[in-house]
């Protein structure tokens, strides 16, 4: 706060403005509104500044002078006028305040320059024992007519002030008040009996402007009641959240009651996140409703990419990926014991609605294993995925068993694994690619033609841009294996078959016109270095 003296007012030119104000049940003066500043201001305006004219006719100034008089209250003893006086000293001689008038309006700067003062009283009109006056940077003071008493009760601040101060009438003068409307605020709740039904009133940005001055002025009670507003009112918005958590922060040094507002958004020792995003995979990934588990992936998914930029000494790409993995397994085991189960002979011959259920589970089971895939993905962490799809050999020898209509949601996660690393968001190792190829290859090219038709996410083209570069990335003899192999399958097949043109175009090349080339250039090596 600004710099706080306690000084007798001087006089001054500046003109004192009555806000108007209403009488609460307790019979004390209620804060101000808002609009109460605003219109004290606006007459600041020089577009209402008055027109020059000549001095007023003696008449005049002696109702103003009277209407003064009728709205200061009685003083209480001579000492007490004589050490706060706000107003020019009365005359009985009326010329004489006419001609004084008459010169101040010559020589004073123009009005609209000139702070405009409002006077507001608290407690019962005339008994106050104490004024205080408040300088804004807009301006404008505000004259307070309050009792010392009240005030060195309910302000740290106050009664360390006083205390130095021997007189039983003060004044302080505080400059260059910050927030003069939210401090006139705070010293009418020391008034208040109930202050969290005058606060319910307000919204969260004024209360923390209160909660400030109240900080300030050591005004522990009016500290308390804020903090109980704010830790039940609903906060609004990540903006406002953010302000009031700074706020509150702020209070810790002050040994105030703070974590119930704190708890909101943040967990005791209890709780670790990686329990809660287990549990939460775990609901998702069980989800008996189609359409809400899909819903919640996408939302899941876009939550865990925003925390991937938090830095990487936080920690939550490791517990996110620990958690990651052990669904990974429980849905891997899941898929090959369902694999299995619809792979026996007898299984073709149940009903349908036996058989369903275990279709559904296969389906989910993919799904399932395509999302925490993503995740990974989004991650960076994808490589033990990788390794852990590409080892499947079982699971890839029981997909020929099962109808196409059922295993091809498998094959959607292959082609999904391709895309990742033709794209070079994972960089699994040589050994892993090839093994990948071996294992996964052909049960996706026996589903290629269902996955055109039968899956609206399947993107071809991307699709074969991801198993051509994948193959380009192995040793030359393996690519010459692999793709050998695909042009005899293509030649039968067609459309039906994964079109890796591209890819045999780079092995071409690669194959026969590269070591041209090189025998070329080192043929003509020699006469180069003559030259």
Known sequence: MAEIRVRKLEQDQTKT?????????????????????????????PLNKAKPSSPPPKTTVQKKQSLVSERKPPPTSVQSDA????????????????????????????????????????????????????????????????????LVESSRFFADKLSQEASTFSCLEIDDCEDVEIYVETVGLMYCK??????????????????????????????????EYLEAVPWVGEEEEEKVLSSVLSLQNERVGVEPVLKRV?????????????NIIDLVLKSNDEKARREMKSIVLKLLRESNILPSYVGSADICSETIYISCRSCLNSLLSLFKQAAE???ADKPTDEKDPVMKQIALGADNLSWLLEILTDKQASDEFILMWAS????????????????????????????GIGRGEVLPLKDTRHLLLQTWLQPLINDYSWLQHGCRSFDRKVVEEGIGRTILTLPLENQQSILLGWLSIFLRSGDSCPNLQRAFEVWWRRTFIRPYLETQGNALLPDNSKK
């Not at 009488?23 to 007459?43: L, N, R």
């Not at 923390?208 to 308390?224: Q, T, Y």
């Not at 943040?266 to 287990?278: E, K, T, V």
């Open 17 to 45: 403005r009555n806000v108007p104000i209403a009488i609460t049940p307790e019979g004390f003066w209620c804060c101000p509104s808002p609009g109460g500043f605003q219109k004290a201001s606006k007459y600041q305006n």
């Open 83 to 150: 050490a706060c006086q706000d107003q020019p000293n009365r005359s009985s001689d009326t010329p004489a305040i006419t001609g004084s008038v008459t010169s101040e309006r010559a020589s004073r700067p123009k009005k609209e320059t000139l702070p405009r003062k409002v006077a507001i009283e608290y407690g019962e009109p005339g008994t106050s024992d104490m004024k205080v006056v408040l300088r804004g940077k807009q301006g404008f003071c505000v004259k307070l007519s309050v009792h010392k008493n009240i």
């Open 194 to 227: 109930d202050m969290k039904q005058r606060l319910i009133k307000q919204n969260v940005s004024r209360v923390l402007r209160i909660l400030r001055v109240a900080e300030v002025l050591g005004f522990n009670s009016c500290i308390k009641s804020s903090l």
């Open 266 to 278: 943040s967990y005791g020792a209890a709780n670790q996140p990686n329990d809660i995003l287990s």
């Open 345 to 347: 002979p007898e299984f």
């Open 392 to 419: 499947q050999r079982e699971l890839a020898a029981l997909h020929a068993k099962l109808p196409i209509v059922s295993r091809y949601h498998v094959s959607c996660v292959t082609a999904r694994v391709f895309v």
